[in-house]
């Protein structure tokens, strides 16, 4: 029943089976979120920058690719990048349209780039990508002085950007977006005066610890709101050696399988637990969840933990609400299938940013659920889950979203007939070894 091959090409059919218990220890692949900043800060920098356990996967691919088109030297030696920088100002007019495939991470962060390249630059993208909303980032970068069109007045994909000369501004992002955060910030880089955001909550700080390593003084004020201040006009940017950690959101699925699948126990070594970013992990030990850091230490400026996880059959049902999100949002779809297994009900709020991730994420895991008999309440930013239901499986729509594809196949595993994914082929995006890395703990005596 168990049918764990995967397959890049065409579009691919997953059926996962229940098992006895999961058990063993697992490096899952390096955070998404820093390899992109550990391609897109070294090409500002002058000098040769290394980065070492660099994310391969379709997204952050899509920016590796996208920065040598502007004229950035990267070579791959024994697994390791080095980057040659260009500095501040010395990216290349691309000669064709950059294609940012399905990441919306490497759109805008490079329009905070390019805000300031005195040159023009055309950026589209997948069936996906083109209906995501980049106001919230070409407002901000158009009041700073860029020259941004687009679809629907510049908020959809395709994009055309003429930078130049740019002034900075006070920006309060009220959706306490890091992408829309670490644009500014690098368009601040190159601008007059003072570019001030302000978050009613702290989104990840990724951004900010690579400048601050990279000799950026950075004035940041933490209280009832998050305020970063960055003076611009930068002489330059120190290169870095990064060591890049893995990945909390992908270490996440295995967490919950270890939770979920009876008699199971789990490490998942190296993982990042920035507090921006280990809501998950919390919440779900709030629930009940028999879940450890060990073995707590730094790399490359961020804290990194050895992750031990085991079975946990006592969960109850939680309440999460808007100032959770921020440092969760990748891991709420997962966090909602494992609620189904919770004792009570979970009810998640304030989360509507999920409708415009590479899917509507709250319709795909609440039509998803339905469709397989579990029985759940949709709300306009978020849902209403009733737990301690029987998975007894069925067929599901990954939406072309590997989010959602990996989290119903982590719920196949205590299904009564399986759960079959259409389109699991979608996992590359982020974690193109997951179904072997899922083959590879399964006890199979």
Same mark, same amino acid.
Do not use: W
């Given at each position: 029943?168990?049918?764990?091959?995967?397959?890049?090409?065409?579009?691919?059919?997953?059926?996962?089976?229940?098992?006895?218990?999961?058990?063993?220890? @697992?490096? =899952?692949?390096?955070?998404?979120? +820093?390899?992109?900043?550990?391609?897109? %800060?070294? #090409?500002?920098?002058?000098?040769?920058?290394?980065?070492?356990?660099?994310?391969?996967?379709?997204?952050? @691919?899509?920016?590796?690719?996208?920065?040598?088109?502007?004229?950035?030297?990267?070579?791959?030696?024994?697994?390791?990048?080095?980057?040659?920088?260009?500095?501040?100002?010395?990216?290349?007019?691309?000669?064709?349209?950059?294609? $940012?495939?399905?990441?919306?991470?490497?759109?805008?962060?490079?329009?905070?780039?390019?805000?300031?390249?005195?040159?023009?630059?055309? @950026?589209?993208?997948?069936?996906?990508?083109?209906?995501?909303?980049?106001?919230? +980032?070409?407002?901000? @970068?158009?009041? $700073?002085?860029?020259? +941004?069109?687009?679809?629907?007045?510049?908020?959809?994909?395709?994009?055309?950007?003429?930078?130049?000369?740019?002034?900075?501004?006070?920006?309060?992002?009220?959706?306490? #977006?890091?992408?829309?955060?670490?644009?500014? %910030?690098?368009?601040?880089?190159? !601008?007059?005066?003072?570019?001030?955001?302000?978050?009613? =909550?702290?989104?990840?700080?990724?951004?900010?610890?690579?400048?601050?390593?990279?000799?950026?003084?950075?004035?940041?004020?933490?209280?009832? #709101?998050?305020?970063?201040?960055?003076?611009?006009?930068?002489?330059?940017?120190?290169?870095?050696?990064?060591?890049?950690?893995?990945?909390?959101?992908?270490? !996440?699925?295995?967490?919950?399988?270890?939770?979920?699948?009876?008699?199971?126990? +789990?490490?998942?070594?190296?993982?990042?637990?920035?507090?921006?970013?280990?809501?998950?992990?919390?919440?779900?030990? &709030?629930?009940?969840?028999?879940?450890?850091?060990?073995?707590?230490?730094?790399?490359?400026?961020?804290?990194?933990?050895?992750?031990? !996880?085991?079975?946990?059959?006592?969960?109850?049902?939680?309440?999460?609400?808007? #100032?959770?999100?921020?440092? $969760?949002?990748?891991? %709420?779809?997962?966090?909602?299938?494992?609620?189904?297994?919770?004792?009570?009900?979970?009810?998640?709020?304030?989360?509507?940013?999920?409708?415009?991730?590479?899917?509507?994420?709250?319709?795909?895991?609440? &039509?998803?659920?339905?469709?397989?008999?579990?029985?759940?309440?949709?709300?306009?930013?978020?849902?209403?889950?009733?737990?301690?239901?029987?998975?007894?499986?069925?067929?599901?729509?990954?939406?072309?979203?590997?989010?959602?594809? $990996?989290?119903?196949?982590?719920?196949?595993?205590?299904?009564?007939?399986?759960?079959?994914?259409?389109?699991?082929?979608?996992?590359?995006?982020?974690?193109?070894?997951?179904?072997?890395?899922?083959?590879? =703990?399964?006890?199979?005596?």
């Amino acid at each position: 029943m168990h049918d764990y091959g995967y397959g890049k090409m065409g579009r691919m059919e997953k059926k996962i089976g229940k098992v006895k218990r999961i058990k063993g220890e @697992l490096r =899952v692949p390096s955070d998404k979120s +820093i390899s992109h900043r550990a391609i897109i %800060l070294p #090409s500002l920098a002058e000098g040769k920058s290394v980065v070492k356990n660099f994310l391969k996967s379709g997204d952050t @691919l899509t920016t590796l690719n996208c920065y040598k088109q502007l004229g950035v030297k990267i070579k791959e030696k024994d697994g390791i990048l080095e980057i040659e920088g260009v500095g501040l100002n010395g990216f290349k007019e691309p000669k064709d349209i950059l294609d $940012m495939g399905n990441s919306g991470t490497t759109t805008r962060l490079t329009l905070g780039v390019l805000a300031s390249q005195n040159f023009f630059t055309a @950026l589209t993208g997948d069936n996906s990508l083109i209906k995501r909303p980049m106001k919230r +980032i070409t407002e901000p @970068l158009s009041q $700073m002085g860029a020259r +941004i069109d687009g679809r629907e007045e510049g908020n959809k994909l395709p994009l055309a950007i003429r930078g130049g000369k740019l002034k900075g501004i006070k920006f309060f992002n009220k959706k306490s #977006s890091a992408q829309v955060k670490s644009a500014l %910030l690098l368009a601040g880089l190159n !601008a007059d005066g003072e570019t001030e955001i302000e978050e009613p =909550v702290k989104s990840r700080d990724h951004t900010e610890k690579l400048l601050k390593a990279m000799g950026v003084s950075l004035d940041i004020e933490e209280g009832e #709101s998050y305020k970063v201040k960055l003076l611009g006009n930068i002489n330059k940017l120190e290169p870095i050696e990064i060591d890049v950690p893995a990945d909390p959101s992908s270490a !996440a699925f295995f967490v919950a399988t270890a939770v979920l699948v009876p008699k199971s126990e +789990i490490v998942l070594k190296d993982v990042l637990v920035n507090p921006t970013r280990d809501g998950f992990f919390k919440k779900l030990k &709030e629930m009940g969840a028999e879940i450890e850091y060990i073995n707590l230490r730094e790399k490359a400026g961020e804290p990194v933990a050895d992750i031990y !996880a085991k079975y946990s059959p006592n969960l109850k049902g939680i309440r999460i609400t808007k #100032s959770d999100v921020p440092s $969760m949002i990748d891991e %709420l779809p997962l966090l909602m299938l494992i609620a189904t297994q919770a004792e009570g009900e979970t009810v998640i709020t304030g989360a509507e940013e999920l409708r415009v991730k590479e899917s509507d994420r709250i319709k795909a895991v609440v &039509e998803n659920l339905r469709s397989i008999g579990v029985d759940t309440e949709e709300l306009p930013d978020g849902v209403i889950i009733k737990g301690k239901q029987r998975i007894k499986g069925g067929i599901v729509n990954s939406f072309d979203d590997h989010r959602i594809a $990996m989290g119903f196949s982590i719920l196949g595993l205590i299904s009564e007939e399986g759960i079959q994914i259409k389109n699991s082929e979608c996992v590359f995006i982020s974690y193109p070894e997951f179904y072997d890395h899922l083959e590879k =703990v399964i006890e199979k005596n």
